[in-house]
């Protein structure tokens, strides 16, 4: 198994820890709230998707701290911060896969 690099890892964990925050402090966060099929959208193969998937994190109240997170590490698979696959390849290669939305 591939170690996690410790940036990546403590970066994810401070991306989480603001998630969360808005989650409890019931601002938006479009990836989590509209529902396990739709938050798919975030992930998606289909670029159409992942766009679609991107304009509704302009209504995330963490997207600032998604963006950083993203563009700290840019071969994160799918939609971060608003910005999808496509717009970050050519940075640092592919994606890293990941199983879940933000
Ligand atoms: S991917 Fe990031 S910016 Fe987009 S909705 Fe989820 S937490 Fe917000």
């Known amino acids: 198994m591939t170690p996690i ?5 403590e970066d994810y964990a401070v991306l989480l820890s603001v998630l969360d925050e808005v989650e409890d402090t019931g ?4 990836c989590r709230a509209v529902g396990l099929a739709a938050s798919a959208a975030w992930l998606a193969q289909d670029e159409d998707e992942q766009r679609a998937a991107a304009r509704a994190c302009r209504e995330c109240d963490a997207l ?7 563009e700290a590490h840019p071969a994160e698979q ?23 939305a933000a």
Do not use: F, H, K, S
Not at 5 to 9: G, H, K, M, Q, R
Not at 27 to 30: A, E, I, K, Q, V
């Open 64 to 70: 600032a701290a998604c963006r950083w997170y993203v």
């Open 78 to 100: 799918g939609v971060l911060g608003g910005i999808v696959e496509a717009e970050r390849r050519g940075r640092r290669g592919r994606p890293r896969r990941r199983t879940e």
């Open 27 to 30: 601002g938006t966060l479009p």
């Open 5 to 9: 690099p410790t940036d990546l890892a």
